[in-house]
């Protein structure tokens, strides 16, 4: 367990491995770095030569709250950048998963000098799955602070592992602004809604045909609606050095996953099926 601390913020991370090859692994949702499956292909990709940084996301796990900036991903992308610089790893092969794959492409195209390249699977997109991102992130968050207050948003399940872990967290929140707050959650919320011009919400499509760096896209399944394979295909399409390719799985993975995430507490159990191909796309692109 470690912290560094960039942007102001105080950032909870992980080293796994001390390969040349430099992986960063970014989840989505409010998820901490240790869900199962995660710690499992960063010791994967580790194993195979490489060096894998998990970090907690500001707004989740053991990093800090932070309520700036025109959306979440955006904001979380500015971090790992800062991160990255402040810990000399870049550049890094940007990886992840949900809406990790906005803040790895966002990552990349405004900060070209930490990535070396991308590796992407369920790509959140399409107009059910932006719509249902942001009413899972904000519609909560904003529904308390309308109706009862900030304490009542502390007390929420998405904000209280944040606020119960550390009394710096329970003090920031708690001293928003309410109507200055609410400006913030909707600002976020608005900038997931589907919009001509951007596959993935904050990048429109000139900005990633920008993106040059070698760039593996796992194909999502044809009955996934939040990650729907029109929206692999489309990004594949726009990158100019992506690889389309089919994932370790079956079509219906995420579903099935979901399906079982009372059980097994995570949707990512079976990433470490990832590590051969990316492994093997590393080694070939030089990554």
């Known amino acids: 367990m470690a912290y560094a ?6 950032i909870g991370y992980d080293l796994v491995g001390a390969g040349d090859r430099t992986w960063v692994l970014t989840l989505g949702g409010r998820f901490p770095r240790r869900t199962a499956g995660v710690t499992e292909l960063a010791e994967a990709l580790a194993a195979q030569g490489g060096r894998v940084l998990l970090w907690d996301r500001p707004n989740s796990g053991e990093s800090d709250l932070c309520l700036t900036g025109p959306s979440e991903p955006r904001m979380q992308a500015d971090t790992l950048a800062a ?4 810990l000399d790893l870049g550049p ?6 949900t809406v990790g794959t906005h803040i790895s492409l966002l990552t990349a195209a405004h900060h070209p000098e ?9 790509i959140s997109g399409g107009v059910p799955g932006l719509m249902v991102l942001g009413n899972a992130y904000y519609t909560a968050t ?3 602070a309308w109706t009862s ?11 209280a592992p944040l606020v119960e872990r550390d009394a710096g967290n329970r003090e920031r929140l708690l001293a928003q602004d ?3 707050f609410l400006d913030t959650m909707q600002r976020w919320m608005a900038a997931y809604g589907p919009k001509p011009g951007e596959v993935v919400p904050g990048l429109p499509v000139e900005l990633a045909r920008s993106v040059r760096v070698p760039a593996l896209i796992f ?9 729907p394979r029109a929206t692999s295909e489309a990004l594949a399409g726009l990158l100019p050095g992506a690889r389309l390719v089919e994932p370790p799985w079956g079509d219906r993975e995420y579903l099935e996953r979901q399906a079982e995430m009372a059980a097994t507490g995570s949707l990512f159990v079976r990433w470490p099926l990832l590590a051969p191909a990316l492994g093997s796309w590393a080694s070939e692109v030089g990554g």
């Open 5 to 10: 601390n960039v942007n102001g913020l105080r």
């Open 83 to 86: 991160l990255l610089t402040h």
């Open 92 to 97: 890094a092969v940007l990886a992840g998963a």
């Open 114 to 122: 930490v990535t070396a390249g991308l590796a992407l699977w369920w």
């Open 142 to 144: 904003i529904t308390a």
């Open 149 to 159: 207050g900030m304490a009542a948003v502390a007390a929420l399940p998405e904000w």
């Open 178 to 180: 309410r109507d200055e």
């Open 219 to 227: 194909r999502s399944g044809s009955s996934d609606p939040f990650h």
